[in-house]
């Protein structure tokens, strides 16, 4: 089976780091994408990882391991318009191109 | 540059009914896909097309179906709604055989009573 889990919700303070994690099971994928969304709004993209490591873009950095079948989205200098929901996406192989399967989200609420 | 593009925003239809949303892609974009999200989970596959034919589909029903045109532009179809039909519908465009940076809509919220 293709599945991406993730925590359900996470809760952080304005200038403080969060970490979201992603865990997945497939027979195998291109990459590692990260979307965000707010309040049932169009996803928009974040971060992509091609090859394991870490890849840094402004306050959002994303990590990924094929070897722990594992990646993160690391969000830094929390502010409060980073209260959305964030999910990992990956595109399987085999199949339809450009097919994203998505995670199960994760709610991120940011406190003053 | 333009962006993605959905309408309707929002629709009430009646079960049984059938529904069309459509899809504007952003310029440059020869693939649009589509996704249903329902509330509080992640965006579902539903299908993708290129060049304006089917190029891989999800696990729906033969129900949902599409077309794409010439300008890339594409449709939604649904035929004989069901309740669990209301969801948000995404429709994301993006360049064959790129993996990444997909560009997504609005989306149009169908509720289906």
């Known amino acids: 089976g293709q599945s991406l889990e993730q925590p359900s919700e996470v809760t952080a303070v304005e200038g403080a780091i969060v970490q979201i994690n992603c865990t997945y099971q497939?027979?195998?994928?291109?990459?590692l994408s990260w979307y965000q969304q707010h309040d049932g709004g169009a996803p928009t993209f974040l971060s992509y990882?091609?090859?394991?490591g870490l890849e840094e873009t402004g306050r959002f950095s994303s990590f990924l391991s094929r070897s722990d079948s594992y990646g993160y989205l690391l969000l830094q200098e929390l502010q409060m318009k980073d209260s959305a929901s964030y999910f990992c996406?990956?595109?399987?192989?085999?199949?339809?191109?450009?097919?994203?399967?998505f995670g199960t989200g994760t709610l991120l609420a940011v406190q003053p | 540059e333009t962006g993605v593009t959905q309408s309707p925003t929002h629709l009430i239809k009646t079960r049984g009914q059938q529904v069309t949303l459509r899809c504007s892609s952003q310029?440059?974009?020869?693939?649009v896909s589509w996704y249903q999200q329902a509330l509080g989970q992640g965006p579902q596959f539903i299908f993708q097309?290129?060049?304006?034919?089917?190029?891989g589909r999800g696990n729906f029903p033969p129900r949902f179906s599409g077309l794409q045109f010439p300008n890339y532009s594409s449709e939604l179809n649904v035929n004989a709604l069901e309740l669990d039909d209301s969801a948000l519908y995404l429709c994301?465009?993006?360049?064959?055989?790129?993996?990444?940076?997909?560009?997504f809509g609005s989306g149009t919220r169908l509720t289906v009573v």
């Open positions: 994301a465009s993006s360049q064959q055989g790129v993996n990444y940076g997909y560009t």
């Open positions: 497939t027979s195998g994928f291109y990459g």
């Open positions: 990882n091609a090859l394991d």
């Open positions: 996406a990956a595109p399987p192989y085999g199949g339809a191109t450009n097919k994203l399967i």
């Open positions: 310029s440059g974009h020869n693939t």
């Open positions: 097309y290129y060049r304006e034919e089917e190029n």
